[in-house]
């Protein structure tokens, strides 16, 4: 799978949102110039991640175990949690 710095900065996201506490929140992060708005939330031993990018585009995560899927404006993604937390590390270098 190629990363770009924008598929990366999900990534981030992903990895930074799963160390949140169980309780719905609302969150603002910025990374390489992007404005993400999001909230999570812990349903049913999975953690649920929804929001946009640049308030336009759109995403949801879904963390299982170990994996995390979904959606980032409309077309379906899915990796492992290492590759989040590897991917979130490289951008904090750059």
Not at 2 to 28: D, G, R, V, W, Y
Not at 50 to 75: I, M
Request: glycine share 6%; proline share 2%; charged share 25%.
């Amino acid at each position: 799978m190629l990363f770009n710095l924008k598929t990366a900065s999900i990534f981030a996201l992903a990895a930074s949102a799963i160390a949140l506490p169980a309780l719905a929140q609302a969150e603002t992060i910025e990374r390489d110039g992007v404005t993400y708005e999001y909230s999570v939330k812990t349903e049913k031993n999975r953690t649920v991640i929804t929001g946009k990018a640049d308030r336009q585009t759109p995403f949801r995560l879904v963390v299982r175990g170990q994996r995390v899927s979904g959606e980032y404006n409309g077309k379906q993604v899915a990796f492992s949690l290492s590759e989040a937390r590897a991917n979130a590390a490289e951008v904090a270098v750059r």
